[in-house]
């Protein structure tokens, strides 16, 4: 019997903060495409993207990231 070794610890959850996607599956190609991220809204709670085909322009999704400084400036 092999001495079982002891679990190793868990990535550091840091580097896994945020993702940025390079190819989405798009449903008017029928295949995964690289994808373009476009700013869609600048919200209090932080900015909105939409992620768009590369090859025909269908938006394949939309991601909200944590960072509100941006709508800081506009506030008076």
């Known amino acids: 019997m092999k001495p ?3 679990a190793s610890a868990p990535p550091d959850q840091s580097s896994y903060d945020e993702f940025e996607a390079s190819e989405l599956f798009c449903e008017r190609c029928r295949r ?6 476009h700013l869609l809204l600048i919200l209090p709670t932080g900015k909105k993207y939409d992620y768009v085909c590369s090859v025909c322009g269908h938006s394949v999704g939309s991601k909200t990231d944590d960072d509100a400084s941006a709508f800081s400036i506009f506030q008076a």
Do not use: D, I, L, T
């Open 4 to 6: 079982r070794r002891p």
């Open 32 to 37: 995964a495409r690289p994808v373009r991220k």
